[in-house]
């Protein structure tokens, strides 16, 4: 129990570094002497120390550290990056025991720095909480095991299940959520690296697509424009965020802070934008699109997690919104609105 007490810590330590890591995983650390943690730490953005580091740096008096216990939510790591391997400095300090929530699934380490560890007299456990450091990494980790971005699936539909009315009149978008809801969604995108839509959506709503209504990192525009359609004067453009064209024409204008990749927009679609995605080491990305967007990667079996609003409007008549199979695991209102989250059966 004492194990599993320190490494929640280290999970909730891990969570802090949410959406400020890529592309880095989330990592939390506590340090233990006789029963009393003496040092903590995480990783707070890419670049900077790792969570070990940290939790070392924090403890006063160095000389407790060759009688104490280090727990890591993630195995520590055993290459150069941007920063030395954090084995090293376990080994350096002669931490005895270290405890590993889950290992690293990144082939640069992947065992090597339990390996290490274990060779230079240390008592490693792993796997302590081992389903909940999954769950906190599961960009990271599919990342890394499917060789692609984790998928969030996010639409709005109506109380009668559509994405948008027959005619928009004068309201572009024509807003089924209300304001928290909308809010949520922004929140979100500070949390996730990209955030995708397709031609449609940006001619009918000219979105922005940043998070301008929740503090935090904007996320890179993946815009899916088969044939050039979208002129400079749309926001997607604006040169304010990195974007990225998807696009079968050749010779695609671009813009500041935009660039184009070619593929051919066939039935492969989903999987080839995906590899090209995972080629940028983009490792979340929200899709935002509409009708066809969406059912592009429903259709290919390429999606995670679905988070469907579901407003009280009544449209009648209009664009349906997808049918989609899925586990639902969280249900929750928000005023007016209703939240569903839904993951893919695996």
């Known amino acids: 129990m004492e194990h599993e007490k320190y490494m929640q810590r280290c999970l909730e330590l891990a969570e802090k570094g ?24 995480w990783h707070q953005k890419a670049g900077e120390p790792h969570a070990e580091v940290n939790a070392i ?36 300090h002669k931490i005895p025991n270290v405890v590993v929530g889950m290992v ?29 450091c999954l769950a906190l990494n599961k960009r990271f980790i599919t990342f890394h095991n499917k060789k692609r971005p984790y998928l969030i699936l996010k639409w709005a539909e109506s109380a009668d299940g559509f994405l948008a009315p027959s005619i928009k009149q004068e309201q572009k978008p024509v807003w089924i959520t209300n304001a928290y809801s909308r809010q949520l969604v922004h929140k979100w995108r500070t ?11 940006v001619l009918a709503d000219n979105p922005r697509l940043d ?32 974007t990225i064209f998807i696009t ?33 080491g983009i490792q979340s990305v929200i899709i935002e699109g509409g009708l066809q967007t969406l059912q592009t990667f429903i259709d290919a079996d390429l999606w995670d997690e679905a988070r ?16 989609l199979f899925g586990k639902t695991v969280k249900r929750t209102t928000i005023v007016n609105d209703e939240l569903l989250i839904l993951k893919r059966y695996d």
């Open 57 to 92: 740096n924090a403890v006063k008096d160095k000389s407790l550290l060759a009688q104490s216990t280090i727990y890591v939510s993630l195995e520590p790591c055993n290459h150069y990056g941007k920063t030395p391997p954090c084995s090293d400095l376990i080994v350096h």
């Open 18 to 41: 949410f959406g400020n890591t890529y592309p880095n995983p989330m990592v939390g650390c506590v340090i233990v002497y006789k029963n009393t943690i003496i040092g903590e730490g």
């Open 104 to 132: 690293d699934p990144n082939e640069k380490v992947a065992g090597k720095g339990i390996e290490k560890l274990r060779q230079s007299g240390a008592n490693v456990t792993v796997g302590i909480l081992e389903s909940q």
């Open 248 to 280: 079968e024409k050749e010779n695609f204008i671009t813009t500041e802070n935009c660039i184009a990749e070619t593929i051919i927009f066939d039935s492969h679609l989903a999987e080839n934008s995906c590899k090209i995605l995972f080629e940028k």
């Open 191 to 201: 949390e996730e690296q990209a955030i995708l839509v397709g031609t449609t959506t």
């Open 308 to 323: 469907i609003f579901k407003g009280d409007l009544v449209f009648q008549q209009g664009t349906k919104a997808p049918s």
């Open 211 to 242: 998070s301008r209504d929740w503090k935090g990192n904007n996320p890179i525009r993946i815009v899916l424009d088969r044939t050039g359609k979208i002129t400079p004067d749309f926001e997607v453009k604006n040169g304010k965020q990195p």
